[in-house]
């Protein structure tokens, strides 16, 4: 029932339906919030105004809104006109639905396109002859329109809407681009409280404590609100979601969550809430853009998860990265600019009135903390117009993002403290950007957007290439390899000068974290060669699983590289190549299929085969998967032998609608930094559509 203010209790307006299931249907908003209504701006939204007996007379009374955010407020009568400008927070009643006295009356409320983000009050004053009444009508969430052309966040195709608005469920890419590694994740934006958590953000903000009304004034503005949210993921004080934890070793998160442990946004997003928006530990570049990209998703923004392999850092905008080896082919730990085998960040769509309409349309935006820029890790929105122009003197931090994919990689030879040996690679930063393809799990190639593919390609240099002028060294792996295989490498070497040449060769492969450089040496071998005029000589080498296996990162990375030095004239060819092992599967199988019915138990067998060659000690099988199973379900095996099977039953009652995930997870006490995980995606229907399926799937298969 509608508040009347005190000194006029008990006057004229009994109760407002908000009309909340119709105004969600309208605005594309249902699920996104269980106790407000939640709507898109410059969108009408209807309200049901019932008075008392008396009823209300157009002739006798006049209705005038109030719409306030925080401290600010703004009022606006209600007409009587059908046709009404978009201009300003407007309110009509269309004639033909009000009698000349009712006691129901439909209004119709829009705000205007450029209206600010957040939770708003809305007031209803009755004014008459004998004065005015206010009533609060209730409180309701504005956010962003991507279907309106005149929002900035408009985005012309609805598979785009529905991939970049409304999806809550994603996909992510890591890994080496040779062999690319998928995580999926939630990204819970339809989870109970999420909107509002997301909606706290920008409460809590530095910003908002510095200077309410400017915040909620700048809050029209998507360039604003995100350059806030990019922010406020980021540990920049205590109020901030995540906190970093860069460690290659998943067992020093300490008290937190291991970053690689995360399966969705909406469990960070309510721990922050929960606990009086401390931030959560612990994360890094895909917790940061995944959570970055649910609350963007949730505030109407469109917002895509992307995958930079192979991405420049901490080159200060010089677009050079330097990476130093001894002449035995270890890489040394000595630079502070690296390239990382991949990073995430986010893309943002909206205009860009600040640089011109030539660099609308996607923006990048870095959520994980690099360099503080104006005091705060912010990076972004960065037009990825502007990267592919190469125009790098825009706003916001373009000298940096280009560089992150366009930087030159410099590989120095070192031996007793002096140089022998420089090469420029000028493909390998940058070399493969993904993003998830609408409407499906598979990758698509951004690459294209960030930069001219056919001139990267035709820069000299390449990963695993070295040549001069009566030299060429190359070095090939011949496939992708699971953990416990031998990895075969071939050196080949090609003399192309005129007499016998004699070389030393040192091949050297390290373990290595994915944003670090190399650790410690795995395998080495050294030895002699002859190679006459114009052979081509092909070193074939092993690593025997043994030698590797024990020492491998959580990324299960390996630097390998291979040093030809000529005895003559002390010439040093360098040929490197980084690649990521496979993992061995965890099998998880839904009995009856993976289309479950909601509210009713269903049960899942979970096995893992020791493919090692070694036995595993005090194996631990975690299974888990939020509207799924409450809490975790854990099973343990002491001694798992070579070839021996462990199995685990799980049982699960889905609790929410659509597409959910079981998750499942490995360790092993000898193996600490070996975690195998395996993600499992059933479809949770009601009892009458699950069966309309299996009548239409029956139908098909007779037909």
């Given at each position: 029932?509608?508040?009347?203010?005190?000194?006029?209790?008990?006057?004229?307006?009994?109760?407002?339906?908000?009309?909340?299931?119709?105004?969600?249907?309208?605005?594309?908003?249902?699920?996104?919030?269980?106790?407000?209504?939640?709507?898109r701006r410059g969108q009408p939204f209807k309200l049901l105004l019932h008075f008392h007996e008396t009823g209300f007379s157009r002739h006798h009374e006049t209705l005038v809104f109030q719409a306030l955010l925080g401290d600010l407020a703004v009022e606006f009568p209600v007409t009587f006109l059908e046709?009404?400008?978009?201009?300003?927070?407007?309110?009509?009643?269309?004639?033909?639905?009000?009698?000349?006295?009712?006691?129901?009356?439909?209004?119709?409320?829009?705000?205007?396109?450029?209206?600010?983000?957040?939770?708003?009050?809305?007031?209803?004053?009755?004014?008459?002859?004998?004065?005015?009444?206010?009533?609060?009508?209730?409180?309701?969430?504005?956010?962003?329109?991507?279907?309106?052309?005149?929002?900035?966040?408009?985005?012309?195709?609805?598979?785009?809407?529905?991939?970049?608005?409304?999806?809550?469920?994603?996909?992510?890419?890591?890994?080496?681009?040779?062999?690319?590694?998928?995580?999926?994740?939630?990204?819970?934006?339809?989870?109970?409280?999420?909107?509002?958590?997301?909606?706290?953000?920008?409460?809590?903000?530095?910003?908002?404590?510095?200077?309410?009304?400017?915040?909620?004034?700048?809050?029209?503005?998507?360039?604003?609100?995100?350059?806030?949210?990019?922010?406020?993921?980021?540990?920049?004080?205590?109020?901030?979601?995540?906190?970093?934890?860069?460690?290659?070793?998943?067992?020093?998160?300490?008290?937190?969550?291991?970053?690689?442990?995360?399966?969705?946004?909406?469990?960070?997003?309510?721990?922050?809430?929960?606990?009086?928006?401390?931030?959560?530990?612990?994360?890094?570049?895909?917790?940061?853009?995944?959570?970055?990209?649910?609350?963007?998703?949730?505030?109407?923004?469109?917002?895509?998860?992307?995958?930079?392999?192979?991405?420049a850092h901490n080159t200060k905008g010089n677009l050079i990265v330097e990476e130093y080896y001894t002449d035995s082919g270890k890489k040394l730990d000595v630079s502070q600019n690296t390239v990382w085998n991949f990073h995430m960040w986010v893309e943002c769509w909206m205009t860009r009135p600040d640089?011109?309409?030539?660099?609308?349309?996607?923006?990048?935006?870095?959520?994980?903390?690099?360099?503080?820029?104006?005091?705060?890790?912010?990076?972004?929105?960065?037009?990825?117009?502007?990267?592919?122009?190469?125009?790098?003197?825009?706003?916001?931090?373009?000298?940096?993002?280009?560089?992150?994919?366009?930087?030159?990689?410099?590989?120095?030879?070192?031996?007793?403290?002096?140089?022998?040996?420089?090469?420029?690679?000028?493909?390998?930063?940058?070399?493969?950007?993904?993003?998830?393809?609408?409407?499906?799990?598979?990758?698509?190639?951004?690459?294209?957007?960030?930069?001219?593919?056919?001139?990267?390609?035709?820069?000299?240099?390449?990963?695993?290439?070295?040549?001069?002028?009566?030299?060429?060294?190359?070095?090939?792996?011949?496939?992708?390899?699971?953990?416990?295989?031998?990895?075969?490498?071939?050196?080949?070497?090609?003399?192309?000068?005129?007499?016998?040449?004699?070389?030393?060769?040192?091949?050297?492969?390290?373990?290595?974290?994915?944003?670090?450089?190399?650790?410690?040496?795995?395998?080495?071998?050294?030895?002699?060669?002859?190679?006459?005029?114009?052979?081509?000589?092909?070193?074939?080498?092993?690593?025997?699983?043994?030698?590797?296996?024990?020492?491998?990162?959580?990324?299960?990375?390996?630097?390998?590289?291979?040093?030809?030095?000529?005895?003559?004239?002390?010439?040093?060819?360098?040929?490197?190549?980084?690649?990521?092992?496979?993992?061995?599967?965890?099998?998880?199988?839904?009995?009856?299929?993976?289309?479950?019915?909601?509210?009713?138990?269903?049960?899942?067998e979970v096995s893992f085969t020791n493919v090692f060659s070694t036995t595993m000690t005090d194996t631990v099988l975690t299974v888990e998967g939020t509207s799924l199973i409450q809490g975790k379900h854990q099973s343990r095996l002491y001694l798992l032998q070579p070839g021996q099977v462990m199995k685990?039953?799980?049982?699960?009652?889905?609790?929410?609608?659509?597409?959910?995930?079981?998750?499942?997870?490995?360790?092993?006490?000898?193996?600490?930094?070996?975690?195998?995980?395996?993600?499992?995606?059933?479809?949770?229907?009601?009892?009458?559509?699950?069966?309309?399926?299996?009548?239409?799937?029956?139908?098909?298969?007779?037909?």
């Open positions: 029932m509608p508040r009347p203010t005190p000194q006029t209790a008990g006057v004229g307006l009994k109760h407002v339906n908000l009309e909340v299931k119709e105004n969600h249907m309208a605005h594309r908003t249902v699920g996104l919030s269980s106790t407000h209504l939640v709507t046709k009404v400008t978009n201009v300003g927070w407007r309110a009509w009643i269309y004639p033909h639905e009000v009698l000349p006295r009712c006691v129901s009356v439909p209004v119709q409320v829009c705000s205007p396109v450029c209206a600010p983000v957040g939770l708003h009050e809305l007031k209803l004053i009755v004014q008459n002859s004998l004065g005015q009444r206010c009533y609060s009508v209730g409180r309701f969430i504005l956010l962003c329109n991507p279907w309106l052309k005149d929002d900035p966040v408009y985005l012309p195709d609805e598979e785009q809407r529905e991939e970049y608005v409304r999806n809550d469920a994603g996909v992510l890419y890591l890994g080496t681009p040779h062999n690319i590694r998928t995580r999926h994740w939630a990204f819970g934006q339809y989870e109970s409280e999420v909107l509002e958590v997301c909606l706290n953000l920008l409460q809590v903000s530095p910003q908002h404590m510095r200077d309410r009304r400017r915040d909620y004034l700048r809050r029209s503005d998507p360039i604003y609100i995100s350059r806030v949210i990019c922010a406020m993921i980021n540990c920049i004080d205590e109020r901030s979601v995540l906190k970093g934890s860069w460690s290659g070793d998943p067992q020093a998160s300490g008290n937190g969550v291991d970053p690689a442990d995360w399966t969705g946004s909406a469990k960070i997003l309510k721990l922050w809430a929960a606990t009086r928006f401390r931030s959560v530990c612990y994360g890094q570049c895909w917790v940061f853009a995944s959570v970055m990209c649910t609350v963007m998703r949730a505030l109407g923004i469109p917002c895509r998860v992307v995958t930079i392999f192979n991405s640089l011109g309409s030539e660099f609308d349309g996607w923006q990048v935006l870095d959520p994980t903390p690099q360099e503080r820029r104006a005091g705060m890790f912010c990076c972004g929105p960065c037009s990825v117009k502007a990267i592919r122009m190469q125009n790098v003197n825009l706003l916001y931090d373009t000298p940096f993002i280009f560089a992150s994919v366009n930087a030159d990689v410099v590989t120095v030879v070192m031996r007793d403290g002096r140089v022998v040996s420089r090469r420029v690679d000028r493909k390998r930063v940058g070399s493969h950007i993904y993003t998830k393809h609408i409407g499906s799990y598979r990758p698509q190639s951004l690459t294209c957007n960030y930069k001219c593919v056919l001139d990267n390609l035709s820069r000299c240099g390449e990963p695993g290439y070295d040549m001069s002028r009566s030299l060429q060294v190359s070095l090939r792996l011949d496939r992708v390899y699971v953990i416990g295989e031998d990895v075969a490498l071939t050196v080949t070497v090609r003399n192309t000068g005129h007499s016998l040449r004699m070389f030393r060769e040192h091949v050297n492969a390290q373990a290595k974290v994915y944003n670090r450089g190399a650790q410690q040496t795995l395998w080495e071998t050294h030895n002699q060669l002859h190679v006459w005029p114009g052979e081509v000589l092909l070193i074939e080498h092993v690593i025997p699983h043994s030698q590797y296996e024990s020492r491998l990162t959580s990324d299960c990375l390996v630097n390998v590289a291979a040093v030809v030095e000529d005895e003559r004239t002390q010439e040093h060819m360098l040929v490197s190549e980084e690649f990521n092992f496979s993992v061995p599967n965890i099998s998880i199988q839904v009995t009856g299929g993976d289309t479950v019915v909601l509210h009713k138990e269903h049960s899942a685990t039953k799980v049982t699960f009652i889905p609790v929410v609608l659509g597409v959910q995930a079981l998750h499942a997870k490995l360790t092993f006490r000898n193996r600490p930094a070996l975690v195998i995980r395996e993600t499992h995606k059933v479809s949770v229907n009601t009892a009458a559509s699950t069966e309309d399926n299996k009548v239409q799937h029956f139908r098909e298969k007779c037909c």
